[in-house]
């Protein structure tokens, strides 16, 4: 069993839906949790980073932690087809910019106009 | 802002040639990674660098080697390319001060034939 699991879709939604992607994760101990946004043929582009439980809100993204749950989400509202790319969720149990990340498979997004 | 740089973007190469890809970063960071991305796999870290002379073996570090001879630069070496090899390659960075995320160079497409 992997230690970060992320159904890897993939997931078509037409303009203006709201998109919901999660990942599970076994770790316990994983404390950074990261989303990042891969566009084909790019390098992942971080898009939320948060420490422990909680939400945490940008413009039209809000990620969520659970850690009692081992289960992070990214919810994106009026969802773009400049959304449209692979979502990548990350986390880490030691501080970010030291700590090794393990990444889920990522979910490939689609919206249609 | 900072930048990292890769190259080649791509390379074929033969079975049993030694390849090194550069990764190079324009902001002094100490803290640099190599990753691979495979289908299924997500992001897998190969190996990292907290700063010069200090390398550091990742999750999938068998066959691949990096030396830090100074701050801007981590080159990634496959000793003897291998066809399982065939991946595509992200060097990453974080920045300055504490819980800093990784920041993704745009990658390396490297196939073994």
């Known amino acids: 069993q992997k230690e970060v699991e992320q159904d890897p879709g993939p997931l078509s939604v037409p303009e203006g839906a709201i998109v919901s992607l999660n990942c599970t994760y076994s770790?316990?101990?994983?404390?950074?949790f990261m989303w990042y946004r891969q566009y084909s043929r790019k390098g992942p582009e971080l898009l939320m980073y948060?420490?422990?439980?909680g939400n945490k809100e940008d413009g039209r993204f809000t990620a969520q932690v659970d850690k009692s749950s081992k289960y992070i989400s990214l919810f994106i509202r009026d969802s773009q087809p400049s959304d449209s790319a692979t979502y990548l969720c990350?986390?880490?149990?030691?501080?970010?910019?030291?700590?090794?990340?393990?990444f889920g498979q990522g979910t490939t997004l689609q919206v249609k106009p | 802002d900072a930048e990292i740089t890769q190259s080649p973007r791509h390379k074929i190469t033969e079975t049993g040639r030694q390849v090194t890809l550069a990764c190079h970063q324009t902001?002094?960071?100490?803290?640099m990674f190599w990753y691979r991305q495979d289908l299924g796999h997500g992001l897998r870290l190969i190996h990292y660098?907290?700063?010069?002379?200090?390398?550091n073996k990742g999750e999938v570090s068998d066959g691949y080697s990096v030396s830090r001879s100074n701050t801007e630069d981590l080159p990634l070496t496959l000793e003897s390319a291998a066809s399982s090899q065939t991946s595509v390659y992200f060097c990453?960075?974080?920045?300055?001060?504490?819980?800093?995320?990784?920041?993704f160079g745009d990658g390396t497409r490297l196939s073994i034939l």
């Open positions: 660098s907290y700063g010069v002379q200090d390398t």
């Open positions: 990350a986390m880490s149990e030691g501080s970010g910019n030291t700590g090794k990340l393990i």
């Open positions: 902001w002094n960071h100490n803290n």
């Open positions: 948060t420490y422990s439980s």
């Open positions: 770790n316990s101990a994983f404390q950074y």
């Open positions: 990453a960075f974080t920045g300055r001060g504490r819980n800093q995320p990784q920041h």
